[in-house]
């Protein structure tokens, strides 16, 4: 017998026990319901994929539903008979999620599949049998964890390249009420230690553990006998443990045995550790020593509402209802429901519903109807009474007194998570460590105040759940946005730079032709028609110089607008799609605000070529104009005034038809003129 | 058949709030007992006046508030606010004093926030301090001398009453006098120690009698049995475990630790054991500290909180113009209460180290995450 110096976990609380109750009489087998409802998926993982039609016959021990995936586990029949339906049922679950179930109609005759009643399937010298086989058989015969979570265990055997130290065997069986493991140990230590010698021939373990609460002495007992009787080696140990909720945990009852601590994150093969419920165990023995699948376990019934609470062995899928009838299941009445008897349907409020309870008052959870079938993990069925375990009353104010962090066992602050779940600090709840809550119950226990505290860590669990999804989708689609915003600007680039090449082009195609038309006015002028000539010159002066009244300046506020107006919409629908929407409204309107982003888009790059034209078209930028350029205009404007004014008087003289042409003509010079003379004056004015 | 649905756990271990609360009111009982054998009917009678005037208030405030009366009234936090503050008043302070104190602990430093549970500031030092603030005449000069200082030992009941109630002048003037702690620091200008020692607050009878009357006697005053009734109830409460030991500790270790660091002189400072013994330390350490809604909630947290104040009250007792400094010490301190919370969290279970402070940007955890 090896010496193992016992560590203790932080916080922890003492409930009632309330485990005599269930283990004054031995373990008994229920009368065969009439109808079985056999969930595919009662384990971690993928849900087994059914393999029979409806209106076959199955015999007891037949594979029903075969694991889909590395993490799944078979279902068997667990008695023989007629699958009546296979369709989606209500599942015994916290959250009441559906899944798909197998419906048999039992036929009473209890018949064993062939290979398992002759015996062929058994491994006999199972210690000497090579590890695959097991391990093949531990899945053939789908074994998953009985204590609680249901994790399929030759996934968890399935450990090579990893050095396992320590295999611990969980028989704490800490929560209040439940009795399962404790009967199981009294009766059947036999095979859990065969069992255990198996898982530790799997795992190359050094050594074995067995972990049991000191309040459970007979099966203590019973393990170590059957310790002796079965174990040649000294390599497994029966250890004590004081009572302390939650001790059971897999975390809290390795760090009681070892002292290690599972690292954040990881699991316990990280360090050496690999645990096991004893419940597992046997039915690890049962499945490589005779081939027998899983198909029953043993489940507490308790409770002050059953007449006879004890633990029944259970065929998988048998209904609630026809375990709580045979422990004689009485639904409690209050005085006053008494009174008001059947006068009145009301009176059938929530608080006068009968409560039964699926696991232990600490983390089992509430069924919503008697339907509802016994999992592979189902260790208690708990029919309390109101004065047994009351439902809270209306919580107070949380004042901080701190109880539930001295009780926390994951050493948390539940105080502080407690507000951070409620006013929705979401981000400060996982500061504080909130995805480390094992939602032990144990705050909620001492709260003063009643509050129930791991329905809020369970809520803002859910939410960074949710949260972390949508994040995760929305930088998914920021990324995939952005490139295509990028793209998209890409593509208008080049677009806009071909435009301007061809804008450029065109221009200076037209003042070539401009040019030209000068030079032919010019000829024209000099060649006969001087009136003419001199009208469309003077014209043509006036087109060259005064540019079309262009206001760059408010284009540029119209285009700083619009850019505004386009970054905004631009955001908007980033934000939408990224999932900050403000409200939902905003989100529907996404195709709106995708719209309002194309139609500003297209006036900013309206805007933008409108300024670059004007910018091409009038480049009235002073600094460009030398004072000579004006006086040269203005020199050659009048010469040209002179030449007119000559003809002009000679018209005048000869009585010429193209006098008030000519006149007209002079005049537009003449103004010409003054213009020019101003831009000087101005032009001095600005330069001195 | 439909069963009721209900999230676990489904146990319940039975404390109630308004159990810790009545349970915290009855450990003053030996306190309030020793204040009233020693400073006669005064404190008694304001307890019982604080108690009238903070459950009308809580009443006629929840009844604004539109929430349940009874419900809250039953909580018995208002109660124990009001047992507090009638603890802490002067035993002679007029009732109007009391009724300001209480109303304003009840109204604005309580409810305004949002009702229990929701307070930074402790509303029974809240509303001391403002009338400590507001009355310094009423405050200060109203404290009762000891039985064994005046021949008519304690102020009869019917005087006291009418000392509160209708200020008769004259009546309380044999009663009346300045606290030990006042007193020394005072007399410390001019005095040594030993001739402070000599005065009738610290070589009484009930000294002499248990030290001999020797110059090492500090008893003071009856004050140092005031202060170890309280530090009864006070150990009392922790054995019942409604608090933890590390804000008291930590407040009496860092006053004890201060005292006697500055305070070695004791011709010019404060003997430590006049600073442990007397004012309202023992009742700031066990009843007024340990506010669980205004402390700090970390076990790291509340040591450091609690070393905040036991520091704060050597230093405004030292070098501060008040008599005392619980009220002002517990103040400031609850002011930093969550700031410590933020950064003294304990090491999660399979965690290396703890995490602290403030939650990292969005976009750093991010990374953090993608990292780990």
Redo the contacts between chains.
């Keep these: 017998m090896q010496t193992i110096t016992l560590h203790s976990?932080?916080g922890g609380?003492h409930?009632?026990e309330n485990k005599h109750q269930s283990t004054q009489t031995p373990i008994a087998s229920l009368p065969l319901p009439a109808q079985l409802i056999v969930p595919v998926g009662q384990h971690i993982g993928a849900p087994a994929e059914v393999i029979v039609a409806v209106g076959d016959r199955v015999l007891k021990g037949q594979l029903i539903a075969q694991p889909k995936g590395f993490v799944s586990a078979a279902i068997h029949a667990p008695t023989s008979g007629k699958v009546a339906a296979i369709e989606q049922r209500e599942l015994p679950h916290?959250s009441?999620l559906q899944g798909t179930c197998v419906i048999i109609d039992t036929d009473g005759q209890d018949q064993w599949l062939e290979d398992i009643a002759n015996g062929s399937q058994a491994i006999a010298d199972y210690l000497e049998a090579d590890n695959d086989v097991l391990v093949n058989r531990i899945r053939d015969c789908g074994i998953t964890g009985m204590g609680g979570a249901g994790f399929p265990t030759a996934v968890k055997m399935a450990v090579k390249g990893r050095h396992i130290e320590t295999l611990i065997i969980n028989a704490a069986e800490c929560e209040?009420y439940i009795t399962a493991d404790d009967m199981l140990m009294r009766e059947r230590a036999e095979e859990a230690m065969r069992g255990i010698q198996i898982l530790m021939k799997l795992t190359a373990a050094e050594n074995c553990l067995i972990g049991i609460e000191d309040n459970k002495p007979e099966a203590i007992k019973a393990m170590e006998d059957a310790l002796h009787k079965v174990h040649g080696e000294h390599h497994i140990a029966v250890i004590t443990i004081p009572t302390k909720y939650p001790s059971g945990g897999e975390?809290q009852l390795i760090?009681i045995l070892t002292g290690k601590?599972?690292?954040?994150?990881?699991i316990p093969a990280d360090i050496g550790i690999v645990c096991q419920n004893v419940g597992t165990c046997e039915a690890v023995y049962h499945a490589v020593a005779e081939g027998k699948p899983l198909i029953s376990r043993i489940t507490t019934i308790t409770g002050e509402s059953v007449a006879q609470p004890q633990n029944v062995d259970v065929l998988i899928g048998t209904p609630v209802?026809h375990v709580l009838a045979f422990a004689g299941f009485k639904?409690e009445k209050s005085l006053f429901q008494k009174f008001l008897g059947s006068l009145s349907a009301k009176a059938q409020s929530?608080?006068s519903?009968?409560?039964?309870?699926m696991?232990g008052?600490?983390?089992?959870?509430?069924?919503?109807?008697?339907e509802l079938p016994i999992l592979k993990s189902s260790n208690c069925i708990?029919a309390?009474s109101q004065q047994e375990?009351?439902?809270?009353d209306?919580a107070?104010?949380?004042?901080?007194?701190?109880?539930c962090?001295?009780a926390c066992?994951?050493?948390?602050?539940p105080?502080?998570l407690y507000w951070f779940s409620k006013s929705g600090e979401l981000?400060?709840a996982?500061?504080?460590?909130i995805a480390?809550c094992i939602?032990c119950?144990a705050c909620?226990?001492?709260?003063?105040?009643?509050i129930?505290l791991?329905?809020y860590y369970?809520h803002a669990k859910g939410e960074i759940k949710e949260e972390r999804a949508a994040?995760e989708k929305s930088s998914r689609s920021k990324v995939r946005f952005e490139a295509r915003q990028d793209r998209l600007d890409r593509e208008a680039a080049e677009k806009e730079a071909k435009r301007q090449a061809r804008t450029a082009a065109a221009e200076k195609a037209q003042a070539a032709k401009k040019l030209a038309a000068a030079k032919a006015a010019e000829e024209a002028a000099k060649n006969g028609d001087p009136a003419d000539g001199a009208a469309s010159n003077a014209e043509t002066g006036a087109a060259a110089s005064v540019p079309e009244p262009v206001d760059l300046e408010k284009l540029q506020t119209q285009l700083d607008a619009a850019q505004a107006g386009l970054k905004k919409s631009m955001d908007k629908v980033a934000a939408i799609k990224s999932g900050e929407a403000e409200n939902e409204k905003e989100a529907d309107n996404l195709a709106v605000f995708e719209k309002a982003v194309a139609t500003r888009r297209d006036k900013v790059k309206l805007l933008a070529l409108q300024i670059a034209e004007a910018k091409k078209s009038a480049p009235p930028v002073k600094k460009e104009i030398s004072r000579d350029d004006i006086e040269k205009k203005l020199r050659a404007q009048q010469d040209r005034i002179d030449k007119t004014k000559q003809r002009f008087e000679l018209a005048q003289e000869q009585g010429s038809e193209t006098l008030p042409a000519l006149q007209k003509g002079l005049d537009k010079q003449m103004q010409k003129l003054t213009e020019l003379e101003a831009d000087l004056a101005q032009f001095d004015k600005a330069g001195v | 058949m439909a069963f009721v649905n209900i999230t676990s756990p489904h146990a319940h271990g039975g404390n109630s709030t308004s159990r810790i609360m009545l349970l915290v009111i009855l450990a003053t009982v030996p306190g309030i007992i020793a204040l009233t054998y020693f400073f006669g009917w005064g404190n008694l009678i304001n307890i019982v006046l604080a108690a009238i005037t903070a459950l009308t208030c809580e009443a006629l405030i929840l009844k604004i508030r539109k929430r349940p009366i009874s419900f809250f009234l039953k909580d018995n936090s208002a109660l124990l606010t009001a047992v507090l503050l009638g603890i802490a008043l002067p035993p002679f302070a007029p009732w109007w004093v009391t009724v300001v104190a209480v109303s304003f602990s009840m109204v604005f430093a309580k409810h305004l926030y949002g009702g229990l549970g929701n307070n930074p500031f402790n509303p029974a030092m809240v509303g001391y301090a403002l009338v400590l603030i507001s009355f310094p005449v009423q405050m200060t000069t109203n404290w009762a001398t000891p039985f064994f200082l005046s021949a008519e030992q304690t102020l009869s009941f019917p005087d006291t009453l009418s000392v509160i109630f209708s200020s008769t002048p004259g009546l309380s003037d044999g009663f009346s006098g300045a606290t030990p702690l006042d007193t020394y620091k005072h007399l410390a200008n001019n005095e040594t120690s030993l001739e402070i020692l000599q005065g009738p607050l610290f070589s009484s009878d009930v000294a002499n009698a248990t030290s001999g009357g020797s110059a090492s006697n500090w008893f003071a005053g009856g004050w140092e049995f005031v202060n170890i009734a309280f530090l009864i109830g006070g150990l009392a409460l922790l054995a019942l475990r409604i608090f933890t030991w590390h804000i008291p500790f930590s407040l009496l270790a860092a006053l004890g630790t201060c005292s006697m660091l500055f305070g070695w002189d004791a011709d010019l400072y404060v003997p430590w054991s006049l600073h442990i013994f007397t004012g309202a330390t023992m009742l700031g350490a066990f009843f007024i500290a340990t506010d669980p809604v205004t402390a700090s909630t970390t076990p790291l947290g509340k040591l450091i909180y609690g070393a905040g104040i036991g520091i704060l009250i050597f230093v405004i007792r030292t070098w501060g113009a008040y008599p005392d400094a619980v009220a002002f010490a517990v103040l400031l301190m609850n002011f930093a209460a969550p700031l410590i919370d933020t950064y003294t969290q304990p090491r999660t279970y399979g965690h290396t180290k703890a995490k602290r402070g403030m939650p990292s940007k969005p976009d750093a955890a991010d990374n953090a995450s993608k990292e780990g």
């Design positions: 976990f932080d609380i409930p009632q916290s009441g209040p975390k760090e601590e599972v690292p954040n994150g990881g209802k639904q929530s608080d519903k009968p409560r039964i309870i696991g008052p600490m983390m089992g959870f509430t069924l919503s109807s008697d708990l309390p375990l009351p439902a809270n209306v107070s104010a949380c004042i901080r007194c701190g109880l962090t001295e066992p994951a050493d948390l602050l105080q502080q981000d400060k996982e500061q504080h460590n480390d939602e119950g909620s226990y001492v709260c003063p105040s009643q129930p791991v329905q369970r994040h």
